[in-house]
């Protein structure tokens, strides 16, 4: 039951990541095409199209891919492919929340800047390059690494539940008319807490070799999160 659901939740997040690249890749043919006609509709399309559709699946994608790094042994911050990923995917949410929405409201306007398909432009080439880091996962671990400390797999309920809360946004953007990761990021928030403190918990037992825990183990290879 654990690995089946573990294998949905990385399905989940490799289709909503296809949905999220393939839908800035729309989002920047039609900023280019509103900027190179001055047709005020390709920038309303835009906005639907970002939305109602980009939004959720970004979120959703983000959201998977957290839930996966930190249900697994990979961690957010054992390994550098994970940790450049995490960064890169705070980042584009930020900007595409608070800086690309407010510029396609604007451009429908009438006011258009030119850093629209820059910023769209960036989206893409970054999600592109975060497809790559799940693939070659470069640079080996990072200094917050302890290799004597083995980081389990979370329970097949964790992830049955971390399948169950983009739902149930997706469920509150219809009820409230706008996209937002309410669940999402409550629930990260709180499941970093609860995990950090399960990992000072193992540090201390780590960190006295021979005590009742039993001997420490090596850190096994990880079932990959993308």
Known sequence: MQKRARTLLVWLHVVTSV???SQAVALLALVLYGMKTSDVKAFEMARVLDHQVLAIMANTSAFT???????????W????????KFGITVSQLYI????LSDN????????VTAWMPVGTGLMVGAIAFQTWLSVAKPWGRTPWADPKIKVPTASATTFVLALAIPAGDFAISLWTGRPMPFLMLITVVAYSIRRAAKGRSRSSGASGRGN????????AAAPSPR
Not at 77 to 84: D, G, K, Q, S, T
Not at 96 to 99: A, V, Y
Not at 104 to 111: D, I, P, S, Y
């Open 19 to 21: 949905g999220w690249l």
């Open 65 to 75: 891919g957290m839930a996966l790094s930190a249900t697994t042994p990979w961690g």
């Open 77 to 84: 911050f054992r390994h550098w492919w994970v940790l450049a």
């Open 96 to 99: 595409g929340i608070f800086i």
């Open 104 to 111: 396609l409201q604007a451009a429908t306007e009438g006011r």
């Open 212 to 219: 009742a825990a039993g001997p420490v183990r090596r850190d």
